[in-house]
């Protein structure tokens, strides 16, 4: 039963590393608002959704699970669309 423990702890590490390496802007949290279901990120470009400069925005959160994902300060890789017409981060995770 320990090795099984092992395994799954082991494949769990690995797919968050997956999710990250995925997810294509990096950018760094400067605040969170788990009331509003906001967060503000300092990112890098976003091409899909034409920002060819980075810059420091406020963004939804697709869910408040992401919210929780994260904190200020933190490093992250984040993928973002136009939801309802607000920019919305769908996946976030913390880079290494």
């Known amino acids: 039963m320990r090795k099984f423990a092992v395994v799954v702890s082991c494949l769990a590490l690995l797919s968050g590393q997956a999710?990250?390496?995925?997810?294509?802007?990096?950018?760094?949290?400067?605040?969170?608002?788990?009331?509003?279901?906001k967060i503000t990120l300092r990112h890098g470009p976003i091409k899909k959704l034409d920002m060819d400069q980075g810059m420091t925005m406020v963004f939804r959160a697709q869910s408040p699970e992401l919210l929780k994902?994260?904190?200020?300060?933190?490093?992250?890789r984040f993928d973002a669309e136009k939801v309802n017409g607000q920019m919305t981060v769908t996946g976030i995770a913390k880079a290494k």
């Not at 999710?19 to 279901?37: C, F, W």
């Open 69 to 76: 994902q994260v904190k200020a300060g933190d490093k992250v």
């Open 19 to 37: 999710l990250a390496q995925s997810l294509p802007v990096e950018g760094t949290v400067v605040k969170i608002d788990e009331g509003a279901g």
